[in-house]
């Protein structure tokens, strides 16, 4: 369809103004949420942290059964300890892929623009998480149910399937990992050209070793707890090894995965991008250090128990790595939240400009006006206008003062116009509150108050 003269320059001057933006700004979509915003984020935080505990689960346990399975071709007895561990990942895995329906459509709803942007800069590597986490799912699912009989007649392929299976549940979280941290610099949206160079943006690979050091640390506890309980058949399944004893393997892999978080964490601390660090954050982080303090003491306690009591503290283990998780997890958002603000804000303002030069464009075609020259060169006060042009005229009163009026207030005074157009405020009850345009900066201000003011004077000479 082809456009009046006066709708070309606009689109010109809409699409000018757009381009010349440092980063990339989406059009808001202006759709009503089905829940208070902050219900919905801090919904997304509990479904998160409920989605990754069982992630972790599945992550750590396919770690420990590759690795105890190896350990077990000269210590048969530490594969079937391998094959008890497979067995749970199956289920966690189930668990982990139901929860994870939480957490995603929160993340949709409430970064709308961010997530999908970020999908889209990944382009068909984000594509591919779902044929990747099927064959991982596939390949678990055979290593665990061929284990009695190609443990023996096939050994190596049974390794390998188990291998693959661990090798992607350990590389598909970059693919996720890449996509959240791409959510946090919009700024480097335009320096992305696909999934490997979004590897370089923010600290992808230290976000990756305490997310790991994190899952092995968590399933240690966790089978801590599954081969400890009283209700697991030892001497069925596992008769070479005694309750105490195993307890103290995994609570010490638990220990140390959990000390090794105070490297990790101060890496990943010490490698954000500034932008979104902020005292609140600073001080959650802190109470993280001391509760890792206190779950490492408390292992410790139970470590050096004597068999008859290891165990003891276990609940209390557990209770300290929930609020800790929980801890986290929340400095997780309060960072995200904080680095998205300003890129949130300049959307904001960019769909306040664009609403308003259409809103003024087309009320002065109505009026049979001009609806000012394409930007070239900079913006004229003319161009500039055409955010005012909706309420102010220049000798008739539409829905604010005309200028031939503003001129005789502010004629001598034109810096009096710009501190009003930043922060206006109601001074007649004839007239609508005037919103604020602080959004289009000092330069643009200035040229539009002499504008304002020499076209006061010119209407004002002709009556």
């Known amino acids: 369809m082809l456009l009046e003269p006066g709708c070309r320059k606009m689109t010109s001057t809409i699409l000018n103004t757009l381009l010349s933006q440092p980063v990339p700004l989406p059009r808001d979509l202006g759709l009503p949420l089905p829940l208070d915003e902050w ?19 599945m992550l750590g346990g396919s770690v420990f059964a590759l690795l105890f399975e190896i350990i077990g071709l000269h210590f048969p007895r530490y594969g079937k300890l391998a094959k008890k561990i497979a067995e749970t990942i199956t289920v966690n895995k189930s668990i982990a892929v139901v929860l994870g329906v939480g957490p995603l459509l929160c993340i949709n709803l409430a970064y709308t623009l961010h997530f ?171 109470i993280g250090v001391v509760l890792a303090a206190v779950v490492l003491f408390i292992l410790y306690k139970d470590i050096i128990s004597d068999n008859a009591r290891i165990g003891k503290y276990l609940v209390a283990a557990v209770i300290v790595f929930a609020i800790l998780v929980g801890v986290m997890g929340t400095v997780r958002h309060v960072y995200r939240e904080a680095s998205i603000e300003p890129h949130k804000q300049q959307i904001a303002d960019q769909d306040a400009k664009f609403r308003a030069i259409m809103l003024a464009t087309h009320m002065r075609l109505d009026a049979g006006l001009s609806a000012g020259d394409a930007v070239g060169g900079g913006p004229t006060g003319e161009q500039v206008f055409i955010n005012c042009a909706a309420c102010h005229a220049a000798n008739k009163v539409l829905a604010a003062p005309p200028l031939t009026e503003i001129y005789s207030i502010y004629k001598d005074n034109p810096a009096g116009i710009i501190t009003w157009a930043k922060n206006p405020g109601k001074k007649r009850p004839e007239f609508a509150p005037m919103p604020p345009f602080a959004h289009l900066g000092e330069e643009r201000l200035e040229l539009v108050a002499e504008y304002m003011l020499k076209t006061g004077l010119e209407a004002t000479s002709e009556e």
Not at 39 to 57: E, Q, S, T
Not at 181 to 202: A, D, T, Y
Request: aromatic letters at 20%.
């Open 116 to 286: 999908y942007s970020a999908n889209a800069i990944t382009g068909y590597v984000w594509g591919m998480i779902i044929p990747l986490v099927t064959a991982a799912f596939l390949l678990a699912y055979l290593h665990k149910y061929t284990w009695d009989t190609w443990r023996e007649s096939k050994k190596t392929l049974h390794m390998v399937v188990g291998g693959s299976a661990t090798f992607l549940f350990l590389t598909i979280p970059f693919i996720f990992l890449s996509n959240i941290n791409l959510m946090l610099f919009p700024g480097e949206w335009v320096n992305v050209s696909g999934f490997f160079s979004s590897l370089r943006i923010g600290n992808v690979f230290p976000r990756y070793f305490h997310f790991l050091a994190a899952s092995l640390a968590l399933t240690g506890l966790f089978l801590a707890w599954w081969f400890g309980r009283k209700k697991f058949p030892i001497e069925q399944y596992l008769p070479e090894f005694e309750r105490a004893e195993l307890r103290r393997l995994f609570y010490r892999i638990a220990f140390y995965l959990t000390a090794a978080q105070l490297i990790f964490g101060p890496l990943l601390l010490f490698t954000l991008p500034f932008g979104g660090i902020t005292s609140t954050m600073l001080i959650l982080v802190g």
């Open 39 to 57: 219900d919905l984020k801090i919904l997304l935080v509990i479904l998160f942290l409920a989605h990754i505990f069982f992630v972790n689960l």
